[in-house]
């Protein structure tokens, strides 16, 4: 079983910005797609982000698109957020997590991905 181990969250002012990073462990990493997604507090767990197992691939929900860069590198079995022009509305809980489904160009669904991290929270402050 992989583990998933988030950093790099924390409190930020509006127009600020945070990198979050993820460690995956074991040697089949670069096989699948990497996600981040988000949960706020009352909310339902959203996409946020993902890209394919290559990274030659991403997929943004649209309200990040702009602000928002997904990378991974598949020799340190890490991907990693920029979070960029933060906004308060961009407070909650971000999990990195990982999927066998090839990523298309729709938005992927919680049910695809086996394995999530612990998640590390994200407060924007206004």
């Known amino acids: 079983q992989v583990q998933l181990v988030e950093s790099g969250g924390g409190l930020v002012q509006a127009g600020g910005s945070l990198r979050l990073s993820c460690a995956a462990s074991?040697?089949?990493?670069?096989?699948?797609?990497m996600g981040w997604f988000r949960q706020a507090p009352g909310k339902e767990r959203e996409f946020v982000v993902g890209?394919?197992?290559?990274?030659?691939?991403?997929y943004y929900r649209d309200s990040v698109k702009g602000r928002f860069t997904i990378s991974r590198d598949n020799a340190k079995n890490t991907v990693s957020l920029q979070m960029n022009s933060l906004k308060p509305q961009d407070t909650a809980v971000y999990y990195c997590?990982?999927?066998?489904?090839?990523?298309?160009?729709?938005?992927?669904?919680?049910?695809?991905?086996?394995?999530w991290g612990q998640g590390t929270q994200v407060t924007v402050s206004s």
């Open positions: 997590a990982r999927s066998a489904y090839r990523l298309g160009n729709a938005s992927p669904r919680v049910e695809e991905f086996d394995s």
């Open positions: 074991g040697r089949t990493f670069s096989r699948y797609t």
């Open positions: 890209i394919s197992a290559s990274g030659e691939t991403t």
